[in-house]
């Protein structure tokens, strides 16, 4: 049986992809090139390729995240319950552009159905938003992106 990469190959590809983390070249929260990629950018197998993942994610450089596959790490904290949940999804979409200011954000029982969640759920999603700034809410019409939001 015939090795097909190096012995200790995998710590050579652990510390590229390490410097390109710290560098700046992979930013946080952005994901990571595919094992297939990453094989064919160093010629090696993709148990290699693995290995070197295994050991930044054992070093909580990289996370993997289901459906969407491996991540640089992000500082920011993850959200831990469903309300957190909701508000990072609206708050993303604010900060993106995608609510622009002045825009209403769809209603407590909107979020409730679309999150499968409670309305109180939702309704604690938004009032975080509410309390950082980020919307405004009047009373018999709605919530709304902020128009002052700093970007």
């Known amino acids: 049986m015939t090795r097909r990469t190096a012995w200790g190959t995998y710590t050579r590809i652990t510390a590229a992809l390490r410097q390109r983390i710290t560098d700046g070249t992979y930013a946080p929260g952005s994901r990571l090139p595919s094992e297939a ?14 290995r070197a993942l295994s050991t930044l994610q054992d070093e909580a450089l990289i996370t993997v995240r289901p459906g969407v596959g491996r991540c640089i790490q992000d500082d920011a904290p993850q959200p831990r319950t469903r309300s957190e949940h909701i ?13 622009r200011p ?30 950082a700034g980020l919307v405004t809410c009047v009373h018999g019409k709605g919530r709304y992106a902020r128009q002052d939001v700093p970007r």
């Open 37 to 50: 990629a990453l094989c064919a950018e160093f010629g090696v197998a993709r148990n290699t390729v693995r």
């Open 102 to 131: 002045g825009d209403r954000l769809p209603s407590e029982a909107q979020l409730s159905r679309r999150y499968g969640v409670s309305r109180s759920t939702a309704r604690t999603a938004l009032k975080a938003l509410e309390a």
């Open 87 to 99: 508000a990072a999804h609206l708050r993303h979409q604010i900060e993106t552009g995608r609510f």
